[in-house]
C-alpha cells in the first residue's frame, strides 16, 4: 500500500546532539516538504524538494538541513539540537502542481522532537 | 505574501449540531483551497479541495466548504457533527503563481456525545 512513513515518532535527547528524522514515501512521488508543528499554530514550511538533488528552504528559517539523494527518502538533521527546536515535524509528498494548478499532500504521521 | 486566517481556535459542540469553521485567505487572484484534517493520533489528511468551477464542494464524511471569492472565504461545514468528527482542522490556499501551501493555525472540534 503506498504511503509515507516517518520515524521515530516521538524522540527526546539532550542539548548539543545529533539527529536524523526519516521520511520515505512509496508513492513515487516528485515533490517532498518537510512542516513545523506547533499546538495553535499553522504548519510553517522548513524544507522542500522538487526532485532528486533538489532541496530548498521554506518561508520558516531552520537551522535544520535535508537531502534527497533518492526520490523515495527526504531526510532532515539537526546537527546540534536545542530546546528551540522542541516541535513536531511533519513530512509529505505530492505530485505538486498538476495541469489544473492543485497541489494535494500525503502527509507523514509526524515525528515529536523533545530536546531537553 | 499568501496568508490564511481561522478565527476559530477551538470549537465545541454537541452531536447533531451544526458546524461552520471559517477560512479566510488574503490573496485575490485565482485559488486553490483546502480543507485538511487531522483526527487524534492519525495522520494529516484531505478532507476536501477547490480547483475551479461549482464553488459548493463535497468532502467526505458529509462535509461540505463553499468558496465565496468576495469575501475571500472557503468555510467547511457540516450539517450534523458526530463524536467521531472530534479533530483538528486546517484550512490551505495555494494563490496565483505561489508554489507552495500555505496553512491556517487550525481549529481544534471537540463533539460532545
Known amino acids: 500500500e503506498a504511503d509515507i512513513y516517518q520515524t521515530p515518532r516521538y524522540l527526546v535527547i539532550g542539548t548539543g546532539k545529533k539527529i536524523t528524522l526519516e521520511c520515505s514515501q512509496t508513492m513515487g512521488h516528485d515533490k517532498m516538504y518537510w512542516y513545523q508543528q506547533d499546538p495553535g499554530m499553522e504548519l510553517h514550511l522548513i524544507h522542500y524538494s522538487y526532485g532528486v538533488n533538489s532541496t530548498e528552504k521554506g518561508d520558516l528559517s531552520s537551522e535544520s538541513t535535508v537531502s534527497r539523494i533518492r526520490t523515495e527518502h527526504f531526510p532532515l538533521t539537526l546537527e546540534s539540537a536545542r530546546p528551540s527546536h522542541t516541535s513536531q515535524y511533519l513530512c509529505?509528498?505530492?505530485?505538486?502542481?498538476?495541469?489544473?494548478?492543485?497541489?494535494?499532500?500525503?502527509f507523514g504521521a509526524g515525528s515529536r522532537l523533545t530536546v531537553l | 505574501a499568501q496568508s490564511v486566517s481561522q478565527h476559530n481556535h477551538h470549537v465545541i459542540l454537541s452531536e447533531a449540531a451544526s458546524l461552520e469553521l471559517g477560512c479566510n485567505y488574503s490573496y485575490g487572484g485565482t485559488v486553490n483551497l483546502f480543507w485538511y484534517v487531522q483526527y487524534p493520533g492519525q495522520h494529516l489528511q484531505l478532507l476536501l479541495k477547490y480547483f475551479s468551477g461549482d464553488p459548493l464542494v463535497k468532502g467526505i464524511k458529509g462535509f461540505e466548504a463553499e468558496f465565496i471569492k468576495s469575501k475571500f472565504s472557503f468555510n467547511l461545514r457540516k450539517p450534523s457533527v458526530q463524536w467521531s468528527d472530534t479533530a483538528e482542522y486546517f484550512c490551505a490556499v495555494r494563490s496565483g503563481s505561489a508554489r507552495q501551501l500555505t496553512f491556517g493555525s487550525g481549529t481544534q472540534l471537540t463533539v460532545l456525545p
Open positions: 509529505a509528498s505530492g505530485e505538486g502542481i498538476s495541469l489544473s494548478g492543485a497541489n494535494v499532500l500525503t
